[in-house]
């Protein structure tokens, strides 16, 4: 097969329509409706899977959701949720997402092809993607013959059998279906006619999208482009997507080619996190299609989002910010003194691609950070403050001076709006600290033994409880939920589900300070508190005072709310 040099301009393939039903017991669960005015590129996040499998990181149930209805809000249009036969943890975040659904993206379950020998009907792992009862099943399947001798020891044409089993099996149970055709790239350049069959295995049994993966992440920009062309000439199957590893640092530049080139679904992670040297970053892709290429991928509003959705997954991740991450790194709109501050003072296009604020960043000329710029904006609206110079100018020199000393509020919304509420008088102290201490056993040979004490002023009453936990956060925490519980029994629907610490200064060995981010729950929402200090019983203590007094203040400013709501009931 001749190898095609990519023409200077390639027209996108148009998206066709079709409108994809999902119906159980007679009912219409989802539709999905795909147009000519839909975006020409659709965003496939795979951070909660394929970012899954980055060294050192281990997202709980929480941290899935959580990033889940952030990446929503973003406007990511499939988010690929986990392997549900691989582990609990998995299932139950499908399950979650059932009972409570996402307002736009479509929800995709990760599974493979039939097992050699086996029917699809008989399959275990396409019987777990069944139950996990997501509008998309994605598939990955093999399509280098290499692959299918040494790795699944089939014969290529039972793997032929393989692919289109397994996605003629899904698609009549109105589910649409993404074929991820792993290691397309070598194995185009391998055997280019057993790699183009395996993608007319999966089209000719419905898959929806046919998705060519780089999975090594050696493949150079110039012979993705070729073989994309190819692929799309010989298939004459508009709806292609690419998935890109950055094992040859160049993930990003393999995506935009692929786009180029004829695919309109791009895959990715936000940070580019996955296995080895990550995979392509979500954030950069999108950022250089839309701001770059002229594509309409999001809503602008929704871009603007950008800087705030990465870092609050570095957050959730435990990861320190990369300062140089384009688009949205702290730096990447950071200017020195001297000539650089000079020239930007007159025009700001003279050392700046674009505007920090159209992907959600700040532009810096001192070294203080500004991490904190967007929520402040926020919080600033929801206040009705933001024309209040004096209190924004105030509020923005203390954030730099918390920053500076380690705090850091992208995860940490709610400590941001009770430092606001501070600011402007909008709060009230509803305990006093009178002390706390904690106090760990442990005999030769036992389990330690933790035991916080704590006693507050709660008006006039005063308030002494002990608790045991498991370690001294979870003891203190138990111990104040006792003592404040008899004043505000609401706390009883708050738990603290997540708990993070990270060195801030790691050069002072064990004097160095601390950063500590809680995550708390009740029936309605989730939210973030941050502490920091040399002591991390102390860094605790402030996120977990922030994190209970942001409650209180919550459920009171709703009680007028609730109270309306039952007098035009009547």
């Not at 496939?44 to 980055?54: C, S």
């Not at 320190?320 to 003072?345: C, D, T, Y």
């Amino acid at each position: 097969m001749s190898r095609r040099v990519l023409p200077a301009v390639r027209r996108l393939p148009p998206v066709p329509a079709f409108c994809l039903l999902i119906i159980r017991g007679g009912q219409k669960l989802a539709e999905f409706t795909m147009t000519k005015k839909s975006p020409p590129v659709f965003l496939y996040d795979t951070t909660l899977r394929d970012g899954a499998q980055t060294e050192g990181i281990s997202f709980s149930l929480d941290d899935k959701l959580l990033i889940a209805r952030r990446l929503d809000q973003l406007g990511v249009h499939y988010i690929e949720g986990g392997f549900p036969i691989s582990n609990a943890k998995d299932e139950a975040f499908f399950k979650a997402l059932a009972a409570q659904p996402l307002k736009q993206a479509r929800v995709a379950a990760f599974g493979m092809t039939r097992r050699a020998g086996t029917s699809a009907g008989k399959d275990t792992g396409l019987q777990s993607l069944l139950a996990a009862e997501t509008p998309v099943c994605t598939l990955v399947g093999k399509t280098w013959d290499f692959h299918v001798h040494k790795a699944l020891r089939v014969s290529l044409d039972e793997n032929l059998a393989m692919i289109a089993d397994s996605v003629a099996y899904l698609k009549p149970r109105r589910r649409e279906v993404i074929f991820d055709a792993e290691h397309f790239f070598d194995g185009f350049k391998a055997n280019p006619d057993y790699a183009l069959a395996c993608l007319r295995a999966a089209a000719d049994a419905g898959a929806d999208w046919l998705v060519l993966c780089d999975t090594n992440g050696g493949t150079l920009p110039q012979d993705i482009s070729a073989i994309t062309v190819d692929a799309a000439d010989e298939l004459s199957y508009p709806q292609l997507g690419i998935h890109c590893h950055n094992d040859a640092g160049l993930a990003v530049a393999n995506t935009l080619a692929a786009v180029r080139a004829g695919c309109s679904q791009i895959q990715g992670t936000i940070n580019g996190l996955g296995e080895r040297c990550g995979n392509a970053d979500l954030g950069v892709c999108l950022a250089n299609l839309q701001l770059k290429m002229g594509l309409k991928v999001l809503p602008a509003d929704r871009l603007q989002r950008l800087t705030e959705v990465s870092r609050y997954v570095y957050e959730i991740c435990n990861m320190n910010l990369v300062p140089g991450q384009p688009f949205v790194g702290p730096s990447a709109f950071a200017h020195k003194g001297g000539m650089h501050a000079s020239a930007m003072a007159r025009d700001t296009r003279s050392y700046e691609h674009l505007a920090p604020e159209a992907v959600g960043n700040t532009r810096r000329v001192l070294v203080s950070e500004l991490a904190g710029a967007s929520n402040m904006a926020l919080k600033a609206r929801k206040f009705k403050l933001e024309g209040n110079a004096p209190l924004m100018a105030r509020l923005r020199d203390k954030v730099q001076e918390l920053e500076h000393s380690g705090f850091q509020f992208e995860a940490a919304e709610a400590s941001f709006e009770m430092l606001l509420r501070r600011e402007v008088g909008q709060t009230r102290r509803f305990f006093e600290l009178d002390n706390y201490h904690v106090i760990i056993r442990k005999d030769n040979g036992g389990r330690p033994v933790t035991e916080g004490t704590v006693k507050i002023r709660v008006g006039q009453a005063v308030e002494h409880r002990v608790a045991e936990g498991d370690g001294p956060v979870n003891a203190l925490d138990a111990a104040l939920r006792k003592a404040l519980t008899r004043h505000y029994p609401n706390l009883e629907a708050m738990s603290l589900v997540d708990y993070k610490v990270r060195v801030i200064n790691s050069r002072a060995a064990t004097a160095a300070k601390v950063r500590v981010v809680i995550e708390s729950r009740d029936q309605d929402e989730m939210w973030g508190t941050v502490g920091v200090s040399e002591n991390i019983i102390d860094a605790s203590w402030q996120a977990l005072v922030d994190s209970i007094e942001y409650k209180l203040l919550k459920d009171e400013e709703a009680k007028p709310n609730k109270k309306s709501r039952k007098k035009n009931k009547k």
